[in-house]
């Protein structure tokens, strides 16, 4: 067993934006059926064979091309990771 240890979200918002979820300039336009949806947060556990998450892609070759680069910013640990918060503080 490993831990989902650390990712890069600003580089994967990079990737998505390749894939043309986002805009690079604002003339740019937002392609809605594309973009990266992560199945696991840092400090999960992750086995073998576990599906990270999924790269969706209006093109094969964008498509390989962003699953070689996530391999880059998602890191393993096979030690314990502490789980960041993900709601901070609730202002009333």
Known sequence: ???FGEIDSKEVGKLASS???GRNKKEDTIDPSVGIVLNKKV???VNL???LGYV???C???CEEVKTLLDSVIK???NEVKKEK???EIIK
Do not use: C, R
Request: glycine share 12%.
């Open 1 to 3: 067993m490993a831990i």
């Open 19 to 21: 894939l043309g979820a």
């Open 43 to 45: 400090g999960d556990k």
């Open 49 to 51: 064979g576990d599906t």
């Open 56 to 58: 969706h892609a209006n």
């Open 60 to 62: 094969q070759e964008k």
């Open 76 to 78: 393993i640990s096979p």
């Open 86 to 88: 993900v709601i901070l």
